[in-house]
């Protein structure tokens, strides 16, 4: 038996025709639509696609979007600036800053610039403050993402034993928060873990979240466990053709696993959907 497809690019699809529906009903109501800001600092290809693909998510639902793409030697000053404007901007519900920035500047202080009640990403402290004491405000898009796929398909989550992998602020230690308020009992590992086999191979949810390829086999998995798929790694093969796959040995894991996510379709599409998610969350609290 091969392990089922935890499909997160469908149910991305349907998030988004659920939020084109709520933006048509409040957009009459509220007097205008809702509005995001991404903020890309410089030319990094793949920075590029990931905001070219959240503008055409934006578009589709209805979010007007306010993004701006600043050159190479743009100053910390000169984005604070722009970051203190979009805050001010009652069209604006919902700002982002894209990450990597180029040498020099300090995303973390962009980050704090941002109005908590428009930090569509769920990065600020005061944002995950509220997630840690339980308190409603934004959540970070990714591990969110996760979250609802869970919820899509039905998993339980209420005393089972689940491990992520990877500690980072963006998805590991947030998800580590959101999988604990679900009941869940939850154990954070990450590269330096020992004997991480030992550790992933009690989950009956295993998130991997680290960021390289392959570091999840399949004696590493228990059998029937859900594996959770966060990781983006770009490999080349010997015809010099890229493509993405996650931490999770795929092909390997899917023959011990119940449910899996695949790299692409399975978190990726999930987090962009949260992202429009909470733009419209931060323009409904304004009404």
Same mark, same amino acid.
């Given at each position: 038996?091969?392990?089922?497809?935890?499909?997160?690019?469908?149910?991305?699809?349907?998030?988004?025709?659920?939020?084109?529906?709520?933006?048509?009903?409040?957009?009459?109501?509220? *007097?205008?639509?809702?509005?995001?800001?991404?903020?890309?600092?410089?030319?990094?290809p793949?920075?590029? +696609?990931?905001?070219?693909?959240?503008?055409r998510?934006?578009?589709?639902?209805?979010?007007?979007?306010?993004?701006?793409?600043?050159?190479?030697?743009?100053?910390?000053?000169?984005?604070?600036?722009?970051?203190?404007?979009?805050?001010?901007?009652?069209?604006?519900?919902?700002?982002?800053?894209?990450?990597?920035?180029?040498?020099?500047?300090d995303?973390?202080?962009?980050?704090?610039q941002?109005?908590?009640?428009?930090?569509?990403? *769920?990065?600020?402290?005061?944002?995950?403050?509220?997630?840690?004491?339980?308190?409603?405000?934004?959540?970070?898009?990714?591990?969110?993402?996760?979250?609802?796929l869970?919820?899509?398909?039905?998993?339980?989550?209420?005393?089972?034993? +689940?491990?992520?992998?990877?500690?980072?602020?963006?998805?590991?230690?947030?998800?580590?928060?959101?999988?604990? +308020?679900?009941?869940?009992?939850?154990?954070?590992?990450?590269?330096?873990?020992?004997?991480?086999?030992?550790?992933?191979?009690?989950?009956?949810?295993?998130?991997? +979240?680290? *960021?390289?390829?392959?570091?999840?086999?399949?004696?590493?998995?228990?059998?029937?466990?859900?594996?959770?798929?966060?990781?983006?790694?770009?490999?080349?093969?010997?015809?010099?053709?890229?493509?993405?796959?996650?931490?999770?040995?795929?092909d390997?894991?899917?023959?011990?696993?119940?449910?899996?996510?695949?790299?692409?379709?399975?978190?990726?599409?999930m987090?962009?959907?949260?992202?429009?998610?909470?733009?419209?969350?931060?323009?409904?609290?304004?009404?």
């Amino acid at each position: 038996m091969e392990a089922k497809i935890l499909d997160g690019k469908a149910l991305a699809q349907k998030i988004q025709a659920e939020l084109k529906q709520q933006v048509e009903e409040l957009t009459p109501k509220i *007097g205008r639509s809702p509005g995001l800001a991404v903020l890309m600092v410089g030319d990094n290809p793949a920075s590029a +696609a990931y905001v070219r693909n959240k503008e055409r998510a934006c578009e589709k639902v209805g979010i007007a979007s306010f993004g701006k793409h600043f050159p190479t030697e743009t100053t910390q000053e000169e984005l604070k600036q722009v970051i203190d404007e979009l805050n001010k901007d009652d069209r604006v519900d919902g700002i982002l800053v894209q990450l990597p920035l180029p040498d020099g500047l300090d995303s973390v202080s962009l980050l704090h610039q941002i109005d908590p009640d428009k930090d569509a990403d *769920g990065l600020h402290p005061v944002n995950l403050g509220r997630l840690v004491r339980g308190e409603p405000g934004l959540r970070s898009c990714t591990p969110a993402g996760v979250m609802r796929l869970l919820e899509e398909y039905q998993i339980p989550l209420r005393g089972q034993k +689940a491990v992520v992998v990877g500690r980072s602020i963006l998805v590991g230690k947030p998800l580590a928060l959101m999988l604990l +308020a679900a009941d869940a009992t939850v154990t954070i590992a990450h590269s330096r873990s020992q004997s991480l086999g030992e550790i992933t191979r009690d989950a009956d949810i295993l998130v991997a +979240a680290a *960021g390289r390829k392959d570091l999840i086999t399949a004696d590493m998995v228990k059998p029937e466990a859900i594996v959770i798929d966060v990781g983006i790694n770009k490999v080349t093969d010997e015809a010099g053709k890229s493509r993405l796959v996650g931490d999770v040995n795929f092909d390997a894991v899917k023959t011990v696993a119940s449910y899996i996510t695949p790299v692409p379709g399975g978190i990726g599409p999930m987090t962009v959907a949260l992202l429009l998610a909470n733009t419209l969350w931060s323009y409904t609290q304004k009404k």
